[in-house]
């Protein structure tokens, strides 16, 4: 994987958000993020050092209700 290539592991849309789980191709660890569509300004909530993680990250947040997922978009 070079430097700029990432590998996406998942990303879901829910309502207004999509979050993101991917490895970027400069570093050893995976991260879930959260974005309002249209203004790819991302939120990094977690990192893994496993993909298996990451996928169960993912899961946790794409299970979140909208609430909970605007709540985490208005933390700094």
């Given at each position: 994987?070079g430097?700029?290539?990432?590998e996406?592991?998942?990303?879901?849309?829910?309502?207004?958000?999509?979050?993101?789980?991917?490895?970027?191709?400069?570093?050893?660890?995976?991260?879930?993020?959260?974005?309002l569509?249209?203004?790819?300004?991302?939120?990094?909530l977690?990192?893994y050092?496993s993909?298996e993680?990451?996928?169960i990250?993912?899961?946790?947040y794409?299970?979140?209700?909208?609430?909970?997922l605007?709540e985490?978009?208005r933390?700094?």
């Amino acid at each position: 994987m070079g430097y700029m290539e990432l590998e996406i592991v998942d990303s879901t849309k829910k309502e207004d958000y999509i979050i993101s789980t991917i490895k970027p191709g400069c570093s050893n660890v995976y991260e879930t993020a959260i974005c309002l569509d249209g203004l790819n300004v991302w939120h990094i909530l977690e990192n893994y050092t496993s993909k298996e993680n990451a996928i169960i990250g993912h899961k946790k947040y794409s299970n979140m209700s909208i609430y909970e997922l605007e709540e985490l978009t208005r933390k700094p």
